[in-house]
């Protein structure tokens, strides 16, 4: 006699499941790590295309796990939006990189910026503003040298989001729109917004100087930016071509690897002296 198989046994498989089982446990890890300083931060250098000079560094977190190693952020960051760790979490990174800025400059390193992405759930963050004031008072950093990489989304409205950027902007801080071109309201709110600063998202600078709609798509933003007197970060630079045609189009300053990779705070004021000597 066939044995009878559960019902829901059939729609069963494997990878999902495995996949459901790995994130709930990747959520429990990640609740922990925080406390058992599971992060830390690495630096990559943005590099302004016409003086050769690093004016500012991106923040991006790294989670080595003690099992697992490392684990990316594209997993990690989804997991603690979703379980609102992304607050602590988001505010240990601030706190992090508005210190190592201050630590630069008590070595006696030229100065530069350091930027923080927020993540959406922070932008809805009751008391984001305050936050970000208690760390620069905290740290003792100008504010002119913290700018945070915010990204374009449909879920905040328009008026919201203004109102939140002008309070951020209030504080003496600089404000980036990352990964721009990716989102959806990308022009209608370019004007109203308080921005300093555009970068172009790597997706669109992988494909030039080869692909003409990317490289009409990059020569657009550029062009755009300029007009609105915003400044262009190209990300995701990884060859000499690419370099050249940001250059001859304008764009402000290049991120990516042919420069730097993201690097340790020790590297970093190691490439200044190198670059002093
Ligand atoms: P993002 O903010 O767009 O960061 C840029 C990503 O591009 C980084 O990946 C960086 O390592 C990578 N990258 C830079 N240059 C190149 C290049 O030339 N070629 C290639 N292939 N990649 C390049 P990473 O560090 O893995 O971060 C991925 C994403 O995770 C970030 O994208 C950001 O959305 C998120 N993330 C990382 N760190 C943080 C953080 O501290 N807070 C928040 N909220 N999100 C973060
Ligand atoms: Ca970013
Ligand atoms: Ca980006
Ligand atoms: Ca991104």
């Known amino acids: 006699e066939a044995r009878q198989i559960p019902q829901r046994l059939l729609f069963y498989k494997p990878y999902m499941s495995k996949g459901i089982a790995d994130r709930i446990l990747l959520e429990q890890d990640l609740h922990k790590a925080l406390e058992n300083h599971e992060f830390h931060l690495v630096y990559q250098p943005q590099v302004n295309l016409k003086t050769g ?9 790294r989670w080595h796990h003690p099992m697992r190693g490392f684990v990316s952020p594209e997993l990690f960051i989804p997991i603690a939006e979703e379980s609102g760790l992304i607050i602590p979490l988001g505010e240990w990174i601030l706190e992090t990189a508005c210190k190592q800025a201050k630590i630069w400059e008590q070595e006696g390193l030229p100065p530069f910026k350091v930027a923080v992405n927020l993540s959406l759930g922070q932008l809805f963050q009751q008391d984001l503003v305050e936050m970000v004031e208690a760390i620069l008072v905290r740290t003792k950093l100008q504010p002119e040298f913290l700018q945070l990489e915010i990204t374009e989304s449909m879920t905040m409205n328009i008026d919201q989001m203004t109102q939140l950027l002008h309070e951020l902007k209030a504080l003496g801080i600089q404000i980036a729109v990352d990964d721009f071109g990716t989102g959806y309201s990308s022009l209608s709110y370019l004007k109203d917004f308080p921005i300093d600063c555009l970068k172009i998202d790597r997706t669109f600078v992988r494909n030039v100087p080869l692909n003409p709609n990317d490289e009409a798509l990059v020569s657009m ?8 007197r915003l400044k262009v970060v190209a990300e995701g630079i990884e060859e000499v071509e690419q370099l050249a045609f940001l250059s001859d189009g304008g764009c402000d300053y290049i991120q990516g690897y042919l420069f730097s990779k993201p690097i340790s705070p020790k590297e970093i004021s190691e490439t200044f002296s190198d670059l002093h000597d």
């Not at 000079?53 to 977190?61: D, G, P, T």
């Open 53 to 61: 000079s690093i004016e500012s560094v991106e923040a991006l977190v």
């Open 221 to 228: 933003i550029i062009s755009m930016a300029k007009h609105l």
